[in-house]
């Protein structure tokens, strides 16, 4: 939880929303939002923000939870879900408000629509989901602390990583890791590949034995106080050709351009086409089959998008991924994944393990 003015300064910024899309009110229904807005941790509820109102909609589940938790905001309970919002803009008098439209169900819009008779019902999903993007320093210190726990976890068992030990195996002895070193949860299921598993990049552990001579991509993150981390590193077990040492060497390069490149005022597009471009020129291009990178924080991938379509520029206090990769079928795959926190001049580095090419 925050401080009281820190949720002040974030409805407020909803109700620029309103303003620049000429509406009279927001409603939310998605729980990450809500957790942004008003402090409240449950797992279901609906908050409506006007201009002169905020109002957390709950069920009788979270009474006690909700009247703990948040401050500023009028806390009332609904039977019925539908219903309960029906009845809050009925009574509010409005005519036109916006939702999330990326999360709303069909079956919740059909129905209001039916009952809100009159009423203007606008998507927003963008405007709402971009309000997260620039973290303010007690989100950043939040941030760090899960990649400090997640880094720290992963150079602690680095060295139990043999041949004959499977993917599973490893992901339970980091995530364990994670755990006892003060993480509250995963960011993500563990993504633990070797062989031609690291070729498939987002492969679920399972029983493939590690061999010599593998490549072993682990992408993992860990939650503080529902904030995560997210970063990659690709290790080799026993020795390996030549060919793998050059491939990776060009990811790791595709890798350090784009963070070099890392500060406000630079597009999003930019940073991709950085790596990708450098992967392109190396002859691989082909096989860099995803974005360059993504926002984190109260969800593990949200905005900015960091690929060849966006639209958008960095802005100082974004958190990103920056995680380029090259995935062979029937081969292996490298990807290396680094959180940095966007400034003025640069970007500061977040995740605690060295990029280097480690040979177990």
């Known amino acids: 939880m925050f401080e009281p003015f820190i949720y002040e300064k974030r409805i407020s910024r909803i109700r620029s929303i309103l303003r620049a899309n000429n509406i009279e009110g927001i409603l939310l229904v998605g729980m990450t939002n809500i957790r942004y807005l008003v402090g409240f941790t449950g797992s279901d509820a609906v908050l409506f923000i006007g201009e002169k109102i905020s109002v957390l909609l709950i069920d009788g589940r979270y009474i006690t939870q909700a009247g703990k938790e948040v401050t500023g905001c009028e806390i009332l309970e609904y039977k019925d879900k539908i219903e309960g919002i029906t009845a809050l803009i009925l009574d509010c008098g409005v005519k036109n408000i916006g939702f999330e439209s990326s999360v709303l169900t069909c079956d919740q819009y059909f129905r209001l629509k039916d009952q809100l008779r009159g009423v203007v019902l606008k998507p927003l999903s963008t405007d709402i989901d ?28 680095v060295e139990e990583i043999k041949p004959g030990m499977s993917e599973k195996d490893v992901a339970l002895i980091l995530e364990s890791k994670m755990a006892d070193s003060g993480g509250e949860g995963l960011s993500f299921e563990t993504i633990v590949a070797s062989g031609q598993n690291s070729a498939l990049p987002h492969a679920k552990p399972g029983f493939n034995k590690i061999k010599e ?52 005022g630079v597009s999003c597009r930019e940073i991709d086409g950085i790596a990708r471009g450098w992967i392109e020129r190396a002859g691989f291009g082909q096989y860099f089959s ?17 690929s060849m379509n966006s639209e958008g520029f960095l802005e100082a206090g974004m958190v990103i991924t920056v995680e380029p990769g090259i995935y062979i079928p029937g081969l292996w795959g490298i990807r290396i994944e680094d959180m940095a926190l966007v400034e003025r001049d640069g970007c500061d580095i977040l995740s605690n393990i060295s990029e280097e090419l480690r040979i177990l």
Do not use: C, W
């Open 130 to 157: 971009s309000i997260r993007a620039i973290k303010d320093s007690n989100e950043i210190k939040y941030i760090r602390k899960a990649a400090h726990i997640a880094s720290r976890s992963l150079m602690s068992i």
């Open 213 to 264: 001579g593998d490549f072993v991509v682990i992408d993992y993150g860990s939650l503080y106080n529902g904030y995560h981390s997210d970063e990659t590193r690709t290790l080799t077990v026993g020795k390996i050709t030549e060919k793998q040492k050059k491939i990776y060497n060009i990811v790791k390069d595709a890798h350090d351009r784009a963070l070099e490149a890392v500060k406000a």
């Open 290 to 306: 995803h974005g360059t990178g993504h926002g984190v924080g109260l969800e593990v991938h949200e905005a900015p998008v960091i």
